[in-house]
């Protein structure tokens, strides 16, 4: 009986990682289209922008416009930052979510932050922004950090190296978070739909880097399956 539950975790761990390879290289090869696709536009909106971002525009209002606002708020990398602070200081996430989520926060903003002035996309024109920017547009940061850090937290939860009864609100939170805060970029005008799309992708392909990080490193004690 022992022997068939090991083979079986191998099995479950052999597929588990096979789809994780799978999406590593699909969120790459992603990004690398989204990328050509916005460089062969002269760095403009493509055609699926436009088609996508005049729908957001058009959704705006004084009720939801508020709320949108508020969304974004939580994939500013002083957001991520200091919520990754407040995991490592309390002492039951501190080492299976505070410090991974810490350097992939970490390592999310270092990534855009080489990558936007290497692709040097203009945002779209500033009459259409709800909020203030600084920077270029390609990948948006904030798509980029929301699925690495919220990303991160979402893995070690769904996987049980850090185990809560309130997993399944946990996770459902999580994802929400993720897509409401990409599409909330749209939304006040700052990015393009690529941009969103471009941030998503290179995201979930670090976070596949991470999982087998997590692998390596045996956070949980026991192989992930």
Same mark, same amino acid.
């Given at each position: 009986m022992k022997n068939l539950q090991n083979k079986t975790t191998s099995l479950n761990y052999d597929v588990s990682r096979k789809i994780r390879v799978g999406l590593a290289?699909?969120?790459?090869?992603?990004?690398?289209?989204?990328?050509?696709?916005?460089?062969?536009?002269?760095?403009?909106?493509?055609?699926?922008?436009?088609?996508?971002?005049?729908?957001?525009?058009?959704?705006?209002?004084?009720?939801?416009?508020?709320?949108v606002k508020a969304v974004t708020y939580f994939g500013n990398w002083q957001t991520t930052i200091f919520i990754a602070v407040l995991l490592i200081?309390?002492?039951?996430?501190?080492?299976?979510?505070?410090i991974p989520t810490a350097i992939m926060a970490?390592?999310?903003?270092?990534?855009?932050?080489? %990558?936007?002035? @290497?692709?040097?996309?203009?945002?779209?024109? =500033?009459?259409?922004? &709800?909020? $203030?920017?600084?920077?270029?547009?390609f990948p948006s940061g904030h798509?980029?950090?929301?699925?690495?850090?919220?990303?991160?937290i979402f893995y070690l939860v769904f996987t049980g190296v850090y185990r809560t009864k309130y997993r399944t609100p946990i996770l459902v %939170?999580?994802? @929400?978070?993720?897509?409401?805060?990409?599409? =909330?970029?749209?939304? &006040?005008? $700052?990015?393009?739909?690529t941009d969103i799309i471009g941030g998503w992708s290179l995201g979930i392909f670090l976070l596949m880097l991470f999982s087998f990080w997590v692998d390596k490193?045996?956070?949980?004690?026991t192989r992930i399956e």
């Open positions: 290289f699909a969120g790459l090869i992603l990004f690398i289209f989204v990328a050509r696709q916005m460089m062969d536009a002269n760095r403009g909106p493509t055609a699926f922008d436009d088609a996508i971002r005049f729908k957001f525009y058009n959704m705006r209002s004084d009720t939801l416009t508020p709320v200081l309390c002492k039951k996430t501190r080492m299976k979510i505070g970490i390592i999310s903003v270092t990534m855009y932050t080489v %990558l936007k002035p @290497i692709f040097n996309r203009p945002r779209p024109d =500033s009459a259409l922004w &709800l909020v $203030v920017q600084h920077d270029a547009s798509s980029l950090n929301c699925l690495v850090f919220y990303g991160t %939170l999580l994802a @929400i978070l993720i897509f409401s805060i990409g599409i =909330s970029r749209v939304y &006040l005008g $700052v990015h393009y739909p490193s045996n956070v949980s004690g």
